[in-house]
């Protein structure tokens, strides 16, 4: 069971998304725990602020550190510093998340997404509770929920029970370092294209050496630098 706390100004955003297919189910069997904590909630302002100007000037807001440290401070409450001893702050500057973090975090019993909005910040409060800095690409978005939401989707999957079985989280793009190999389904002709001869033969072995092939091929061809770690690997 891990359980997931996303702080957040845009809770419903994250609990919409994160609550569907897939994952909407592993919170109903059990599997995973999902929670959005509203950043606003905790601010102290009698206006319901949560941001403010930065010392020394400087375009648009800072998110203030009394709400963001008093809504992680509501969390370690209920579960425990021990617990709760992992803080992933999604930001831009970042480390690029990866599969293999993904494995890493997979086994923690609990995780605290912290999402970003305005200019960032106050740095105080980010070196008070953070432990990691997180980035999902070299791309910009508005804020750091969809983000939260891409790891956490990434996350889940490989949670043990959370998917069935033909949803496998193994034998697949990245888990053995390859892109996966092409497939076809009926008819066996559509459009004039003819599905390839080797998969009608029902020999396993030659379908099996197919696919691996063809993986191999497509790889090389599409990401030349997962191809060069995968030949790095073999040797
Ligand atoms: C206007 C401020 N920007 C100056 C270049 C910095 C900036 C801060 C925060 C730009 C975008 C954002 C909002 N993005 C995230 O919070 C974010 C993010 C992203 O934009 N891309 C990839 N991964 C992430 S994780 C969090």
């Not at 109903?28 to 904590?37: L, R, T």
């Not at 003819?194 to 030659?206: N, T």
Request: aromatic letters at 8%.
């Amino acid at each position: 069971m891990l359980h997931f706390h996303i702080l957040t100004l845009f809770p419903e955003m994250v609990m919409q998304g994160l609550n569907t297919s897939i994952l909407g189910r592993a919170v109903k069997n059990g599997h995973i725990f999902i929670e959005a904590v509203n950043i606003r909630d905790y601010t102290l302002d009698k206006h319901g602020k949560v941001d403010d100007y930065p010392y020394g000037g400087g375009a648009g807001m800072l998110m203030q550190a009394q709400p963001v440290f008093d809504a992680y401070q509501s969390i370690v409450d209920r579960v425990g510093r021990e617990r709760a001893s992992r803080v992933i702050y999604l930001t831009p500057q970042g480390k690029t998340f990866c599969q293999e973090m993904a494995q890493e975090m997979a086994g923690e019993s609990d995780l605290i997404f912290l999402c970003g909005h305005y200019e960032g910040i106050d740095e105080r409060v980010l070196e008070e509770i953070v432990t990691d800095e997180v980035s999902i690409g070299d791309y910009v978005l508005t804020g750091g929920e969809l983000p939260a939401m891409v790891m956490a989707d990434a996350i889940a999957r490989l949670v043990p029970g959370v998917l069935h079985n033909g949803e496998s989280s193994q034998t697949e793009s990245f888990e053995d370092g390859l892109l996966e190999y092409p497939q076809y389904s009926r008819p066996e002709i559509w459009h004039e294209k003819r599905v390839p001869e080797i998969l009608l033969s029902g020999d396993h072995a030659k379908v099996d050496a197919w696919r691996r092939e063809q993986a191999l091929l497509r790889t090389k061809e599409r990401r030349p630098d997962l191809y060069e770690k995968y030949r790095e690997r073999q040797f």
